[in-house]
């Protein structure tokens, strides 16, 4: 069940982006030009990582050490926090996931992604 949820647009250092990541989520540098970089927001967001149990599908290929580099390229503490990965679980991607239980996904939006992960939980 979800009880409270954040979108946030952060900007990279420099407002840096490959070409490919920009490809497969459809950010670039204008949509962040004007955002807060991440330690600015670093306060809103941490409450929903220190001492929770945070989902990700591919979570320690990606999610999980990009969270850690961010922090240390900040200077901020990497939180407490119980890490579990729903391609670990289920074993396949994520769209397949939420395809099979019916589980409604606009693919690479992080919100819908962390939506579709949190919903699979309700079915294991």
Not at 37 to 52: K, V
Not at 72 to 87: A, R
């Amino acid at each position: 069940m979800i009880t409270n949820e954040i979108n946030l647009l952060v900007q990279p250092p420099d407002n840096y982006y490959w070409s490919r990541f920009t490809a497969i989520h459809g950010i670039s540098g204008k949509d962040t030009m004007n955002a807060p970089s991440f330690d600015q927001i670093w306060h809103q967001i941490a409450p929903y990582i220190e001492n929770q149990n945070v989902v990700a599908h591919n979570g320690f290929g990606f999610d999980f050490p990009v969270l850690n580099k961010t922090l240390e390229y900040y200077g901020l503490k990497i939180p407490v926090y119980n890490k579990f990965c729903t391609y670990k679980i289920y074993k396949s991607n994520l769209a397949n996931l939420c395809e099979k239980f019916e589980i409604e996904l606009n693919h690479h939006d992080a919100l819908s992604d962390a939506k579709g992960c949190g919903s699979y939980l309700n079915y294991i």
